[in-house]
């Protein structure tokens, strides 16, 4: 049996690549011209005094707090679907009727 190499012809192409700063050359030019370190930085970290929030605690449950925000959201619908005022909107109508 004889084989015989078939080359495939693709339409990948090659992007253009560019060299970029690493990371010590960054922190370097920074700390070097006194630019702020904050760009982009997203604290996971809380003060002591709060405690460990629940979405960044992973002991916790994340199904419970699920289920408090699905729960929220029904109860919010529901008040809009039946027309449910407050208390207070209620006696201003009462009010307007006796009249």
Do not use: C, H
Not at 46 to 55: F, M, N, R
Not at 71 to 93: D, F, H, M, W
């Amino acid at each position: 049996m004889i084989t015989k190499s078939i080359k495939n012809k693709t339409s990948i192409e090659v992007e253009i690549t560019y060299s970029a700063e690493t990371l010590e050359e960054t922190i370097q030019r920074r700390l070097k011209n006194k630019e702020p370190m904050d760009d982009n930085i997203k604290l996971l970290y809380t003060p002591i005094t709060e405690g460990v929030k629940s979405g960044f605690n992973i002991r916790s449950d994340r199904w419970d707090i699920a289920l408090d925000a699905i729960n929220k959201i029904e109860k919010s619908k529901t008040v809009t679907t039946l027309n449910v005022l407050p208390k207070e909107e209620t006696k201003v109508e009462e009010s307007i009727q006796a009249t």
